[in-house]
């Protein structure tokens, strides 16, 4: 360990001790309870309340070390093979323990059994395992996954996975926008459910997992997602609070439609027309509530919440992150699903993109809305991201996080006005003279020939005018019917 790392304090990944105990069991909790999850250090010789060095004796220290990978080796279960090292600082002699993630988990206390001498390591802690994730230990260390396993208390029929594969497709349909990518969309099947693992085959009979129970909304004690709309910025005042319950997949798209209609809502031009914009970009809340519901964990108890505060959108997953998965990996693109039978599902759903690229894009995103950049945090079993709105100092935060207006930047205004009118009078004087020049329209508009083709040339590209013949004799023809803009709509007259 470089001199910084060993002296960055106490945290998920690392941990002091004065001297060895005499009784191994009091350091032996956060040996297993690192094996259990990323990994870390012990380092005997330093106080870890002033962090001053104390050292080892250097007459015991062999000894002391091979005491230590002995009473690991002894105490513990599964095996767990330390690696024990000797480093010397400021003239003394500490020992760094280091323990490996483990994949036999969970490992635990041997004297003490499974149930209570299993530990994990929670915001720089170590603390005992809660039986929920005692469970998911054990379903991680045997290479399973809760989603996949089957769901007892359910029945399926065939009559029923037919119906459920009709409504994968529907969903997949409804959110794919072009009609030659909604023709490629196959029909999903009881094998390819199977393939997925939201269907499993025992003996030849053909059962549900979790995954299905989840996306049918028919899990015993079915999670919600939780959304609120906070005064401020924390939690000490609601303004608006709602549950979503039903499959899955129903609640992610409430979520995400409730969140759409509490947020401020912009304009920004795009060549000479408005589109509007919401503060926030939309593709990455989508993906990010879809992300929370795809990779919880369901084994936990709790919700997922969707909160607005004043300065930020804060959606929390129940569940920590799993194993070898670390925000500095996520950053880059890395994944590993907790629940793969139900991303596969989200996959085909067009719910989710391809694993990993969320996060990435996220910041992406939100570089280009001229955004804060996003805060990731793993916290108390938890995983929390913070999407920053952008703050203007000059208004009432308050009234902007509440009320849903449409803010519209002066500048962007003056533009839009300039741009929709002249395209507008350009529109009228070819549905009065479908035969006329740019060089006469501009005369008529009082403009410049090279400002009037700038604006043809937008509405040709846009589809909203086409000519039709040569550039001295043609003809304009207007598309649509005309167009809509700043709420006017202009349509082809018959009397003209």
Request: hydrophobic content about 35%; charged content about 25%; overall charge positive.
């Amino acid at each position: 360990m470089t001199k910084d790392q060993l002296f960055s304090g106490e945290s998920k990944n690392i941990e002091y001790k004065v001297t060895v105990p005499d009784k191994s069991e009091k350091y032996m909790k956060t040996v297993v309870a690192f094996a259990n999850g990323r990994g870390g250090r012990i380092v005997f010789g330093i106080d870890d309340k002033t962090l001053n060095i104390v050292g080892i004796d250097t007459d015991i220290v062999y000894k002391t070390m091979d005491a230590i990978t002995n009473a690991i080796s002894d105490a513990c279960e599964p095996t767990i093979r330390p690696d024990v090292a000797l480093q010397t600082v400021n003239d003394k002699i500490v020992i760094v323990v280091e323990i490996f993630p483990g994949a036999q988990r969970p490992y635990y206390i041997k004297s003490q059994g499974m149930v209570e001498g299993t530990y994990v390591r929670v915001s720089g802690t170590t603390r005992h395992v809660e039986g929920y994730m005692l469970k998911e230990l054990i379903l991680e260390g045997q290479n399973r996954y809760f989603d996949c396993e089957i769901c007892r208390d359910m029945q399926v029929s065939d009559s029923d996975i037919e119906k459920f594969c009709k409504r994968l497709k529907e969903t997949a349909i409804k959110n794919t926008w072009q009609e030659s990518e909604k023709a490629k969309i196959k029909d999903v099947t009881k094998n390819i459910l199977i393939s997925w693992g939201i269907l499993k085959e025992e003996e030849g009979k053909v059962y549900p997992t979790n995954a299905y129970a989840l996306l049918t909304g028919k899990m015993p004690q079915q999670p919600v997602i939780q959304c609120g709309i906070f005064k401020g910025t924390n939690r000490a005042h609601f303004v608006d609070r709602r549950e979503f319950e039903g499959p899955i997949q129903e609640q992610m798209e409430a979520a995400y439609q409730y969140v759409l209609e509490k947020i401020n809502m912009g304009m920004t031009i795009r060549g000479m027309y408005r589109q509007d914009v919401y503060e926030l970009p939309t593709d990455s809340i989508r993906e990010l509530i879809a992300n929370a519901v795809a990779h919880r964990s369901y084994l936990e108890p709790g919700n997922i919440q969707v909160a607005l505060f004043g300065d930020r959108l804060e959606i929390t997953s129940p569940g920590m992150l799993l194993n070898n998965v670390t925000i500095s990996k996520m950053m880059e693109g890395y994944s590993k699903p907790r629940n793969p039978a139900i991303a596969r599902a989200f996959a085909y759903m067009k719910v989710i993109e391809k694993w990993g690229t969320g996060i990435p894009r996220l910041f992406s995103n939100c570089e280009e809305y001229g955004l804060p950049k996003p805060e990731l945090i793993d916290f108390d079993g938890d995983f929390r991201v913070n999407m920053y709105r952008k703050r203007d100092t000059n208004t009432e935060t308050d009234r902007k996080t509440n009320t849903n207006t449409e803010t519209n930047i002066k500048t962007n205004t003056e533009m839009l006005y300039t741009d929709t009118e002249t395209a507008e009078r350009i529109i009228a004087i070819m549905r009065k003279h479908p035969a006329i020049t740019v060089k006469k329209i501009a005369e008529q508009l009082n403009l410049s020939v090279g400002g009037v083709r700038y604006h043809v040339n937008k509405m040709k590209k846009d589809g909203l005018v086409e000519h039709i013949g040569s550039s001295k004799k043609g003809t304009w023809s207007i598309k649509n019917g005309g167009f809509s803009v700043s709420g006017i709509t202009t349509k082809n007259d018959p009397k003209q």
